[in-house]
């Protein structure tokens, strides 16, 4: 008799761990598929810049990356991007690439033009590629960015002039996909004027910084890993985005920032690593 109650108290026991297991497991699964990915962190950086001229203290870019237009990316979560965004009031909007997996079909054109096409800066959203985007597509990603007010800046330099003044927002084409020209980019940059320099791939620091050119580099890529164990480094991080994953970076007299980006790829889940929207507010050293 006893060892029947304690076989009947052992399988209550057993029977109320699984269902408690099984009860944590969907919960993390949704929370790590549904929660976290679709929870935006704004991540507000002030950057005190030497140099900086008056005419742009209090200057505001704000970043995202990694858009990823595919089944984890619907219209509906990319219009909240494109809102927090513009609530922002940004005075350059900067996207550091792969704006699609896999695929440049008519609904991800759709997709990307419909809503992109909404970002109200200031004064301009710039653009580079990214090695997704030239794996699929990258006449087509073009195309979308024409189409949507996007100027893209791979290989090239827009400047904004305030008076005597200047800021140059730089940018080099993907670096994995082999595209990269920073030669041609510091041939284009005006000899005066700040400058910071968009890359999709955040490793690229190492080469920009030596030209001691740029006070900053953003870039993106790394995903922040995704799936961040807490007091790790990620631990799947893809090539050129091992050195500097995620964050602020000093690297010789440039700063490297990298964006953890709002989209993803497979597995189609984040944790410990929310999706980011960086927002970058320029201040002059000699501020009063």
């Known amino acids: ?26 919960l993390s699964i949704i929370y790590v598929s549904k929660i976290e990915p679709n929870w935006f962190e704004i991540a507000p950086i002030n950057l005190t810049i030497p ?9 505001k870019i704000v970043q995202i990356s990694d858009i990823h237009a595919d089944d984890s990316m619907t ?6 991007i494109v809102r927090i965004i513009d609530k922002q009031q940004p005075d350059i909007v900067a996207i550091t690439g792969d704006f699609t997996t896999k695929k440049t079909d008519v609904a991800t054109t759709t ?14 959203t710039v653009a580079v590629l990214g090695n997704h985007d030239h794996w699929s597509d990258a006449n087509q990603i073009r195309n979308i960015l024409s189409n949507s007010n996007i100027l893209d800046v791979s290989n090239s330099v827009y400047t904004l002039e305030r008076g005597q ?3 140059n927002i730089a940018g080099v084409d993907d670096y994995w ?16 004027g700040i400058a910071i320099l968009l890359v999709h791939e955040p490793d690229f620091a190492d080469i920009s910084s030596v030209k001691d050119r740029f006070i900053l580099q953003i870039s993106g890529h790394s995903h ?40 993803m790829v497979k597995p189609l889940v984040r944790f410990n690593c929310r999706p980011e929207i960086t927002v970058f507010t320029l201040n002059s050293s000699d501020r009063a």
């Open 1 to 26: 008799m006893k060892k029947r109650n304690k076989y009947k108290k052992f399988s209550v026991w057993l029977g109320n761990t699984f269902l408690i297991f099984s009860l944590l497991l969907i």
């Open 51 to 59: 140099n900086l001229p008056k005419t742009f203290e209090g200057f």
């Open 75 to 80: 219209q509906k979560k990319l219009a909240k």
């Open 111 to 124: 997709l990307l033009e419909t809503t992109l096409r909404e970002l109200s800066p200031k004064e301009k």
């Open 165 to 167: 003044d200047k800021l």
């Open 177 to 192: 996909a082999n595209k990269s020209r920073l030669d041609l980019v510091l041939q284009k940059l005006p000899a005066d």
């Open 224 to 263: 922040g890993g995704q799936v961040k164990i807490p007091f790790r480094k990620p631990s799947v991080l893809p090539p050129y985005a091992k050195k500097y994953p995620s964050g602020l970076y000093q690297v010789g007299n440039m700063i490297q920032y990298t964006n953890r980006g709002v989209g």
